[in-house]
């Protein structure tokens, strides 16, 4: 039994490692890899932070050999992905901590961690300790925006535990309350004003009404998710 929920382990591993490598080029700019931190979260809460490390680690090593990709591939991954992972399990199974770690550890150490890197390895010029941090923060929103989302289905189809009975050592009930369910309705906003303003900025579309189209996905989520926020909260103390 443990023979084969190792070789499991081993195997979804690779298949994370595939598909990270695969769909990192979605969206990403210099600075801000959306789809490499949906890969950290996911692989976080399936199988744990060790895990969810070697598995950033592995993309980032790929990427830089056969994409060109500097070392932030690496200082933009594992940090965010080690702490996605001890964050989900300190908060005993919310998926939101789970995306929070991914923000602070690569919003913060790992873009701060990004300055000596490129600067001094790389030699790249007109970088401050602070230079990361806003594209780093952007593309973690992003991608853990798009984790929260699939995460909450998976827990809400009952697909997630069974996943981690599988894989992982560590099981637990979804945990995610109100204030989770909140950001996962907001979070459906910006995956939407990321799926359109992405193509409009491509194939150089103009016309004013895609960015007032893609802002509106944002108002109506935001709003969506204060009314949703306020009547549960409402029906709970009551």
Known sequence: MIRTKQ?????VLA?????????SPFLRVEGMCPMAHFINIVCSVL???????????????????TMGIPPIALTGAV????????????????????????????????AIASYPVMS????KEGLSWMFYVPSFICGTLIGGSIALVFLKKLAANGMLKRFQVMLSDSVYEDKTGIISNTACIAAVGAILYVVIEIPTGIFSLTS?????????????????AIIYFAVNKFKKEK
């Open 7 to 11: 070789t499991l382990r081993m195997t």
């Open 15 to 23: 298949m994370l490692i595939a598909l990270g490598v695969v769909i």
């Open 47 to 65: 199988m744990g932070p060790w895990y969810s490390l070697l598995c950033a680690t592995l993309i980032g090593i790929i990427r830089m050999l």
């Open 79 to 110: 940090f965010g992905a080690f702490l996605s992972g001890v964050f989900y399990r300190l908060s005993k199974g919310n998926i939101l901590f789970a995306v929070v770690g991914e923000v602070f550890g690569t919003g913060i150490i790992g």
């Open 120 to 123: 001094i390895l790389w030699g």
């Open 208 to 224: 004013p009404l895609w960015h007032i189209v893609s802002k509106g996905c944002i108002a109506v989520s935001v709003t969506a």
